[in-house]
């Protein structure tokens, strides 16, 4: 059974940051072939994708609004994905989820993933 639980979530102001986790249980984060990543959604908005690993070929996605600002990782040994978010701004405010797919590669449609972490709220303050 796949869970996922992400955590980290909180208050900060413009231009700090904050590291979010993911505590993934039933799938490794070195040997299984699947992708995992990041989504936020903010107020009156969509769910929208922010980063994608895909763990076997170690690649990485990020959108255009948080590339240089966010970085995924991951820690095998303690089953966790994580998000550096530096840089935070105003429009960064929103609950971010994590969650798996078992299609290959990168994956970036919210459609395309099985499994869901609850999420956790970021808000940034100007």
């Known amino acids: 059974d796949v869970q996922l639980q992400a955590s980290g979530g909180g208050l900060v102001q413009a231009g700090g940051s904050l590291r979010l986790s993911c505590a993934v249980f039933g799938l490794t984060l070195d040997e299984d072939d699947y992708a995992i990543g990041w989504f936020r959604q903010a107020p009156g908005k969509e769910r929208r994708g922010v980063s994608c690993?895909?763990?076997?070929?170690?690649?990485?996605y990020y959108a255009d609004s948080v590339k240089g600002r966010f970085t995924i990782s991951r820690d095998n040994v303690k089953h966790t994905l994580y998000l550096q978010m530096n840089s935070l701004q105003p429009e960064d405010t929103a609950v971010y989820y994590c969650?798996?797919?078992?299609?290959?590669?990168?994956?970036?449609?919210?459609?395309?993933?099985?499994?869901w972490g609850q999420g956790t709220q970021v808000t940034v303050s100007s």
């Open positions: 690993l895909s763990v076997s070929a170690g690649s990485t």
């Open positions: 969650a798996a797919s078992g299609t290959v590669g990168i994956v970036v449609l919210e459609y395309d993933y099985q499994y």
